[in-house]
């Protein structure tokens, strides 16, 4: 049975190393455990809506100690932008967001989906992501989310939670890991690796996104579906590595070659850019922010569908 710790103040004072040991891209609960009471370490939660994952009650009613929240889908990590959906805001609104959360340039964030999904774990590769663009690596991903570090009996919090002093973040825009739609054509058209995360019936043209003009995919590009290597054990789903690189290097991807990953909105397509960049080794990994929302809004441009073949976005409309 699980421990519950109920604290007013949603502060907690636990012995520990002095200060965050720089960790991996992915760390498990058992390293999050002993971390736990390092000087500057944070650790975020942002379980939402998404896959069942929860809200603010339900992170005060359980959650890691001493962690603190952000809803991934309220908060204000993506914008709807010239009529493309989840779009990455202005480096401004970020710094405000992440200072406002008490982070500041020299914490190492550990990044708690719910744990509870494939598109959860999306979540928090797209809030890893968005550090990492905005030139922050001390940034990891607990692996399992809250789900998993709950199933395995790590303590757990609960009570209200009194919201964090802000403070001041800088960001730099790292544009070498966000690629633009004419990048995204560039590569194409230099036939470049273009990687879509989304789920084979996406890719082959077979469902279509509300977000999007048209089914199908950008011509030349490979499918490595997001969710193929999360898999769930005991309730709480975790990402595993060895599949992955497996994967990999069946479908015939260098990763040493510049590479694109990209799904519908740039959700599915984090934890694309993730696996590929942060675990699979990957050395010039870009995500594609607009994706197929802004990739179909031109009548111009083609798409590739399994029973169609190529053709302009306009014409498959007409």
């Given at each position: 049975?699980?421990?519950i710790?109920?604290?007013?103040?949603?502060?907690?004072?636990?012995?520990?190393?002095?200060?965050?040991?720089?960790?991996?891209?992915?760390?498990?609960?058992?390293?999050?455990?002993?971390?736990?009471?390092?000087?500057?370490?944070?650790?975020?939660d942002?379980?939402?809506?998404?896959?069942?994952?929860?809200?603010?009650?339900t992170?005060?009613?359980?959650?890691?100690?001493?962690?603190?929240y952000?809803?991934?889908t309220?908060?204000?990590?993506?914008?709807?932008?010239d009529?493309?959906?989840?779009?990455?805001?202005?480096?401004?609104?970020?710094?405000?967001?992440?200072?406002?959360?008490g982070?500041?340039?020299?914490?190492?964030?550990?990044i708690?989906?719910?744990?509870t999904?494939?598109?959860?774990?999306?979540?928090?590769?797209?809030?890893?992501?968005?550090?990492?663009?905005?030139?922050?690596?001390?940034?990891?991903?607990?692996?399992?989310?809250?789900?998993?570090w709950?199933?395995?009996?790590?303590?757990?919090?609960?009570?209200?939670v009194?919201d964090?002093?802000?403070?001041?973040?800088?960001?730099t825009?790292?544009?070498?890991l966000?690629?633009?739609?004419?990048?995204?054509?560039?590569?194409?058209?230099?036939?470049?690796?273009?990687?879509?995360?989304?789920?084979?019936?996406?890719?082959?043209?077979?469902?279509?996104?509300?977000?999007?003009?048209?089914?199908?995919?950008?011509p030349?590009s490979?499918?490595?579906?997001?969710?193929?290597h999360?898999?769930e054990?005991?309730?709480?789903?975790?990402?595993?590595?060895?599949?992955?690189?497996?994967?990999?290097?069946?479908?015939?991807?260098?990763?040493?070659?510049?590479?694109?990953?990209?799904?519908?909105?740039g959700h599915?397509?984090?934890?694309?850019?993730?696996?590929?960049?942060?675990?699979?080794?990957f050395e010039?990994?870009?995500?594609?922010?607009?994706?197929?929302?802004?990739w179909?809004?031109?009548?111009?441009?083609?798409?590739?569908?399994?029973?169609?073949?190529?053709l302009?976005?306009?014409?498959?409309?007409?």
């Amino acid at each position: 049975m699980r421990r519950i710790l109920f604290l007013a103040a949603g502060a907690l004072a636990i012995a520990g190393p002095a200060h965050a040991m720089h960790p991996s891209p992915l760390v498990e609960a058992e390293w999050l455990d002993q971390q736990l009471g390092s000087d500057d370490l944070v650790v975020l939660d942002v379980r939402s809506s998404i896959d069942d994952g929860g809200d603010r009650d339900t992170f005060e009613a359980a959650r890691i100690p001493g962690s603190r929240y952000s809803n991934y889908t309220d908060a204000g990590w993506r914008e709807d932008r010239d009529e493309v959906a989840g779009l990455l805001p202005d480096v401004e609104d970020l710094e405000a967001l992440i200072g406002g959360l008490g982070i500041g340039n020299d914490d190492t964030v550990v990044i708690v989906p719910a744990g509870t999904g494939p598109t959860d774990f999306g979540s928090a590769a797209r809030v890893y992501w968005t550090f990492k663009v905005l030139g922050h690596d001390e940034v990891t991903i607990l692996n399992g989310g809250f789900a998993g570090w709950e199933q395995q009996g790590y303590e757990v919090a609960g009570g209200p939670v009194v919201d964090t002093e802000a403070v001041s973040f800088e960001g730099t825009l790292r544009e070498s890991l966000l690629a633009t739609t004419e990048e995204v054509e560039a590569a194409r058209q230099a036939e470049e690796q273009l990687v879509d995360a989304r789920p084979p019936a996406f890719f082959t043209g077979e469902t279509q996104s509300p977000a999007t003009r048209a089914p199908g995919t950008i011509p030349g590009s490979v499918n490595l579906p997001h969710d193929s290597h999360l898999v769930e054990q005991h309730g709480a789903y975790y990402l595993k590595p060895e599949g992955l690189k497996a994967h990999i290097d069946e479908l015939g991807l260098d990763r040493e070659a510049p590479t694109v990953a990209f799904c519908n909105t740039g959700h599915w397509a984090a934890s694309g850019w993730f696996q590929l960049s942060e675990v699979g080794g990957f050395e010039n990994a870009t995500m594609y922010d607009g994706s197929m929302a802004e990739w179909t809004a031109s009548d111009s441009r083609p798409v590739r569908l399994a029973d169609r073949g190529t053709l302009a976005v306009g014409k498959l409309l007409e």
